[in-house]
C-alpha cells in the first residue's frame, strides 16, 4: 500500500534471536512498525509469534539482537522499563486480569501505581475506556464473575487506561468460545482506526484481511513473508504461505 | 483431697500465675506469629525478584547472597528444634543481659523461627498464583514489588490463610518450650503450681484447659476472617439497558462455595 505521508518508525527490530536452552525459537527476526499500523502476525502454531511479543515488550529476554522503540534500544537501560511498559501494553489469550479487583479496580491500579495519577483521574478516565468496551456496567464485578468474552474486554480497556502508543495483542480471542469472538473483534477493530499501533498475533483470517495495514507470515521461528494484506492473502510470493493460508482457510 | 479439690485449691492459690502465664503464651504466640509472617512476606518477596542478564552485577550480586542467606536461615530454623534455638541464643548470645529480658528473648525465638517457616508457606502461596496475572501487571509496567504487593499477595495470603492460622496455633502451644529460658509462660506457671504441692495431674489438667480455649477461640477467629476476606458473592450492574433504572443484583451461581 503507498503511504503517501512520511511514517514515524516504532519499532525496528535487528536480527533478534530467541533460544531457550538448545532450542532456538526465533532466528534473526527483522521486523519494522510504524506508528499507526495494524500488523497482523499469523502463522502456524509454535512457529514463534507470543515469543516475538513477549519479547517485544521483554516478558522474555531475547538471546540476542536488538529493539529499538523510537531509536532507543530497549535493552541497553536508556528507556526505563516500567515506562515502556506502560507505552506498549498487552492483551492476553488467558486475560490475565487480577482475580483479587474489580472490573473498575483493574483498570485503575497501573494508572495510579505507574503513570501515579490520583484515584479520581484514575477512575474517570477507566469509565472513559469500560465504556469504549462496553463493560461500564460491570464495572463492580470480580474477573472470576464474568464470561470470556468480557473478560477479554475488560483486559482491553485495563491495557488502554495506560493510554499506550503500542498494543500487543497474542490470540486474544483464542481462548474464547465463538460466539464471544465477535464483540472483541469488533472492540479492536474500532481501535485499529484510533492511530494506536496494534501488532496482533490471530488466527482470525478476516480480521487479518480487512482491519491490518500489513501481515507477517511466521514459520520456524522467521518471518517468511511481510506483505500487504491483499498480497498475503491473494497472492502470496511464498510457497510456504500459500500452503498455510489454504489450510487454515480450507480450500 | 478429691481432683476438684486439688484443681480449686491450685486455681484459688495459683490463679494470678496461670492468668500471667495465659497472657504471656498468647503475646509471644501473637508476636511471633505476626512478625514470623512479616518475615516470611519479605523473605518471598526478595526470593521471587526477577533478574535478567541486563540487571547490574552488583544487583544480581546482592540478591544472590541475600537468597544464600534466606536458604540457610530456613533450613537452620526448621531442622533444630525451638526448644534448642531458645537456649543457643539465650546462652549464647543474650546471657549477659539481666534476666529481665528473658520475655523478650523468647519472642525474638519465637518470631525467628516462625518467619522460617512462613517463608517457606508465603512461597507456596505466591507459586500457587497463576504466573499470567504476573504478566498482566508486568505488562502494564507494575514493578515487582506493586505486583507482589497489590496482585500476587493479596490473593496467596487469602490462601494460605489456614496455613497460618495453623501456625498461631502451633505457636501457641509450643511457646511452652520457651520455658526452658525461664518464659513465665502457662507451662512455667503449671510447673510453678504443680511444684508447691506435687500436683502434677491437677495442674497439667488445667493448663491443657488453657491451652485448649486459647487455641479454640483462635481457630474460630481465623474461620470469620477467612469468610470475611472472600468478599461478596454478588455484583450489582449499574444502568443495565434492559432494566434501565435498574440495581440489577445477579447471582453468581457457577462459582458458589469455597475454593
Ligand atoms: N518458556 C519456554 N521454554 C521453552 N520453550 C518454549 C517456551 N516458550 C515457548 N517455547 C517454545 O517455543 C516455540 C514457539 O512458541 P510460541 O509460543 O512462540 O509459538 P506460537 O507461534 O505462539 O504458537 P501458538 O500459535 O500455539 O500460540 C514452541 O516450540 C514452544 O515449545
Ligand atoms: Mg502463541
Given at each position: 500500500m503507498a503511504e503517501t505521508t512520511a511514517r514515524e518508525r516504532v519499532f525496528d527490530i535487528h536480527h533478534l534471536e530467541k533460544k531457550f536452552g538448545e532450542n532456538t525459537v526465533l532466528r534473526d527476526i527483522n521486523f519494522t512498525a510504524d506508528k499507526g499500523e495494524v500488523v497482523c502476525i499469523i502463522g502456524a502454531s509454535g512457529s514463534g509469534k507470543s515469543t516475538l511479543l513477549r519479547c517485544i515488550n521483554l516478558l522474555t529476554e531475547p538471546t540476542s539482537g536488538e529493539i529499538l522503540y523510537h531509536g532507543r534500544n530497549?535493552?541497553?537501560?536508556?528507556?526505563?522499563l516500567s515506562k515502556y511498559r506502560a507505552k506498549v501494553g498487552m492483551v492476553f489469550q488467558q486475560f490475565n486480569?487480577?482475580?483479587?479487583?474489580?472490573v473498575l479496580q483493574n483498570c485503575v491500579i497501573g494508572q495510579m501505581k505507574v503513570l501515579k495519577k490520583n484515584r479520581a483521574d484514575a477512575e474517570k478516565s477507566a469509565k472513559d475506556f469500560l465504556e469504549r468496551v462496553g463493560m461500564l456496567q460491570y464495572q463492580e464485578a470480580k474477573p472470576k464473575q464474568l464470561s470470556g468474552g468480557q473478560k477479554q474486554r475488560v483486559a482491553i480497556a485495563r491495557a488502554l487506561a495506560m493510554e499506550p502508543e503500542v498494543l500487543l495483542f497474542d490470540e486474544p480471542t483464542s481462548a474464547l468460545d465463538p460466539e464471544m469472538v465477535g464483540e472483541v473483534l469488533r472492540v479492536m477493530r474500532g481501535l485499529a482506526t484510533t492511530g494506536l499501533t496494534m501488532l496482533v498475533v490471530t488466527h482470525e483470517m478476516a480480521f487479518a484481511r480487512d482491519v491490518s495495514h500489513r501481515v507477517c507470515f511466521m514459520e520456524n521461528g522467521v518471518i517468511a513473508e511481510d506483505d500487504t494484506p491483499e498480497v498475503i492473502f491473494t497472492n502470496p510470493k511464498n510457497e510456504r504461505t500459500r500452503a498455510f493460508l489454504s489450510r487454515v482457510l480450507g480450500n | 483431697m478429691t481432683f476438684w479439690d486439688w484443681v480449686v485449691r491450685l486455681l484459688q492459690e495459683y490463679w494470678p500465675t496461670f492468668l500471667w502465664g495465659a497472657g504471656t503464651t498468647l503475646l509471644m504466640a501473637v508476636v511471633g506469629t505476626i512478625i514470623g509472617f512479616l518475615i516470611g512476606l519479605l523473605v518471598a518477596i526478595v526470593r521471587t525478584i526477577p533478574v535478567s542478564k541486563s540487571d547490574p552485577l552488583l544487583k544480581r550480586g546482592v540478591l544472590k547472597v541475600l537468597r544464600g542467606i534466606f536458604m540457610v536461615y530456613i533450613e537452620v530454623f526448621r531442622s533444630t528444634p525451638m526448644m534448642v534455638q531458645a537456649m543457643v541464643i539465650y546462652y549464647g548470645v543474650f546471657a549477659s543481659l539481666s534476666s529481665d529480658y528473658v520475655l523478650w528473648v523468647g519472642m525474638f525465638v519465637i518470631s525467628i523461627n516462625t518467619g522460617a517457616y512462613m517463608s517457606e508457606i508465603v512461597r507456596g502461596g505466591v507459586i500457587s498464583i497463576d504466573p499470567g496475572q504476573t504478566e498482566g501487571a508486568q505488562s502494564i509496567g507494575m514493578t515487582h514489588w506493586q505486583t507482589m504487593v497489590h496482585v500476587v499477595l493479596p490473593q496467596a495470603i487469602r490462601n494460605i490463610l489456614p496455613s497460618v492460622g495453623n501456625e498461631f496455633v502451633v505457636n501457641i502451644k509450643d511457646s511452652s518450650v520457651l520455658s526452658v529460658i525461664t518464659v513465665s509462660e502457662v507451662f512455667f506457671a503449671m510447673r510453678m503450681a504443680a511444684g508447691a504441692y506435687v500436683r502434677f495431674f491437677e495442674a497439667s489438667v488445667i493448663a491443657c484447659v488453657i491451652y485448649f480455649v486459647m487455641t479454640f477461640t483462635v481457630t474460630r477467629i481465623l474461620r470469620y476472617i477467612e469468610r470475611r476476606m472472600d468478599g461478596p458473592e454478588n455484583y450489582v450492574i449499574h444502568g443495565s439497558q434492559t432494566v434501565p433504572a435498574a440495581e440489577l443484583t445477579v447471582r453468581q451461581d457457577l462459582e458458589g462455595g469455597e475454593k
Open positions: 530497549i535493552q541497553d537501560g536508556s528507556v526505563p486480569l487480577f482475580n483479587n479487583m474489580t | -
